[in-house]
T-cell receptor, first 111, second 113 residues
């Protein structure tokens, strides 16, 4: 929510469109990645994860793609709905008990 | 829902006063964490616990202490609050046998005047 920051990158989409949210990670040795969704005034909510030995993983309406060559992670949301409006951020595991979180992207879905 | 309750959810205090935030979990998880979230920063780890009386520092532990006297409660204490500790604090757990994903509480918003 507003605690995450007022100047986050923002992605605005129309309801029904597909959304793609990107994340660049920093550590080539990271072995595990997670996407979180955070609604205003709430705690981050786990969406989907992927291990570094995979390049794609699908969930319900969401797909995560991992490109280790360029250290890039993306979250694709199919048929975006107003309820998907939130801040989305990625996290990478850089070591034991070490999750490094991105600052997030705000997704705005218009009806 | 990971059975995490944070209290208080909101607190306003003055510089120099002690503050304790409580995280309570009902599912007997071994690992518990305290993070802070600030504009322009990702979530940053303050301290974590891997069992009763077993705690370790995270990347932003200065000015904070923690205690875990029983499995279900993980306390975060600011001995003498400063304005730089104005933040939203999140407690989290990991589930045994999981890949390591964190499940978060609803947060505690702390304002230090």
């Amino acid at each position: 929510g507003e605690s995450v920051g007022l100047h986050l990158p923002t992605l605005s989409v129309q309801e029904g469109d597909n959304s793609i949210i990107n994340c660049a990670y920093s550590n080539s040795a990271s072995d595990y990645f997670i996407w979180y969704k955070q609604e205003s005034g709430k705690g981050p909510q786990f969406i989907i994860d992927i291990r570094s030995n995979m390049d794609k993983r699908q969930g319900q309406r969401v797909t995560v793609l991992l490109n280790k060559t360029v250290k890039h992670l993306s979250l694709q949301i199919a048929a975006t709905q107003p309820g998907d409006s939130a801040v989305y951020f990625c996290a990478e595991r850089t070591g034991f008990q070490k999750l490094v979180f991105g600052t997030g992207t705000r997704l705005l879905v218009s009806p | 829902d990971a059975g995490i309750t944070q209290s208080p959810r909101h607190k306003v205090t003055e510089t120099g006063t002690p503050v304790t935030l409580r995280c309570h979990q009902t599912e007997n998880h071994r690992y518990m964490y305290w993070y802070r979230q600030d504009p322009g920063h990702g979530l940053r780890l303050i301290h974590y616990s891997y069992g009763v009386k077993d705690t370790d520092k995270g990347e932003v532990s200065d000015g904070y202490s923690v205690s875990r006297s029983k499995t279900e409660d993980f306390l975060l204490t600011l001995e003498s609050a400063t304005s730089s500790q104005t933040s939203v604090y999140f407690c989290a757990i990991t589930r045994e046998g999981s890949t390591g994903e964190l499940f978060f509480g609803e947060g505690s918003r702390l304002t230090v005047l």
